[in-house]
């Protein structure tokens, strides 16, 4: 599993989960791109070479702990 989609490397991370289908990406929020359109350049980025199957997705705790 390759924590965060191994930002900054999101190409080669895809790639890396189209290949082996052992490797999972976990896409979390605490990527960090300035705003909106970032963020979904990020997901497109991902979903170009990784199986949707093979990608997770995660909250990565965005609020503060009790």
């Known amino acids: 599993m390759l924590l965060h989609a191994s ?11 189209s290949i082996y289908p052992q490797i999972y990406l ?9 705003n909106f359109h970032g963020l979904m350049s990020s ?11 093979e990608v997770m997705i995660n909250s990565s705790g965005i609020t503060f702990a009790e």
Do not use: M, T
């Open 7 to 17: 930002f900054p490397f999101l190409k080669e991370a895809s790639y890396l989960a």
């Open 43 to 53: 997901v497109k980025e991902i979903l170009d070479l990784a199986p949707i199957n």
């Open 26 to 34: 976990d896409f979390g929020l605490r990527i960090p791109k300035p």
